[in-house]
């Protein structure tokens, strides 16, 4: 029984934040690579080199700040997150009202064993088979999820790898739960919209992905995802921008560590 190994370095990046930038550090996230449980030489990883992917490694962090600052300002309350991973919230914040995590049985099979050997609340872990049809809405209400009372969902680090109509019909589908239910979900952007700088890394990204088998299908530009949102029965829809993260969670840092440009935000409240 094998992780998922996006999930597996998401994780990781969170926590070199930890040991290789100064503080103040914009998450701290020390349970994470507990659950991750990688070998000694992980450090030692092509990926891991604190210098070639100081943009990666940031923007992972801000966007998962982002996303707990969206969550924890509402309140307890029911938080979905769609391609879980290895995210360590519900571990964090035991206080927090009721998680569900979605993601495909095998990784959840190996965080529930994780979680249970390390001691940590096991949240709600729904197993999905996407690439068999399984209905993940169905599969979150058998979870406990109560479809009458709102939510938010996130995804992120997802819809790179989903056609279009996907990510339309995910978007239909939330849009469907009660009043107040609202979703942050993360997109590429097309080349032509990154900085000169941030182009040679998301070539690398791409090649990497495509070569792990999981290669990157979309690219959003931002009008083209909130026109679906709004499409899809969204009436508060929001463009955050990768910059903007940058400026409200890296602004004066002495080290000068930012996230590369070329992932942005949707937000979207029914």
């Not at 969206?70 to 309140?75: A, Q």
């Not at 049809?133 to 680090?157: K, N, R, Y």
């Amino acid at each position: 029984m094998t992780v998922d190994n996006t999930a597996l370095r998401t994780a990781l990046w969170r926590a070199l934040h930890l040991e290789v930038d100064a503080p103040p550090h914009v998450l701290e996230d020390h349970i994470g690579l507990e659950i991750a449980a990688p070998d000694e030489g992980w450090r030692q990883r092509p990926d891991m080199e604190p210098r070639a992917t100081c943009g990666f490694r940031a923007s992972v962090v801000a966007r998962a700040r982002f996303v707990e600052d969206l969550v924890t300002g509402r309140g307890p309350a029911q938080y979905v997150l769609l391609g879980a991973g290895l995210d360590s919230f519900a571990q964090r914040r035991p206080g927090f009202g009721k998680v569900f995590e979605i993601d495909q049985p095998e990784t959840q099979a190996w965080k529930h064993r994780r979680l249970r050997d390390l001691g940590y609340p096991v949240p709600a872990l729904v197993p999905v088979d996407f690439e068999g049809g399984e209905s993940w809405p169905a599969a979150l209400t058998a979870a406990g999820f109560d479809a009458t009372a709102p939510a938010v969902f996130a995804s992120t680090g997802v819809s790179m790898y989903l056609e279009k109509d996907t990510t339309a019909e995910t978007l239909r589908t939330i849009a469907g739960f009660a009043a107040g239910t609202t979703v942050a979900m993360t997109f590429l952007l097309p080349p032509d919209l990154l900085d000169s700088e941030d182009r040679p890394g998301l070539r690398a990204s791409q090649d990497g992905a495509k070569a792990a088998g999981t290669p990157f299908v979309s690219f959003f530009r931002p009008e083209e995802l909130t026109t679906s949102a709004r499409e899809a029965g969204f009436t508060d829809v929001r463009h955050v921008s990768g910059a903007g993260l940058a400026e409200r969670y890296f602004a004066g840092r002495p080290d000068g560590l930012r996230p590369s440009t070329g992932e942005d935000f949707l937000v979207a409240t029914v």
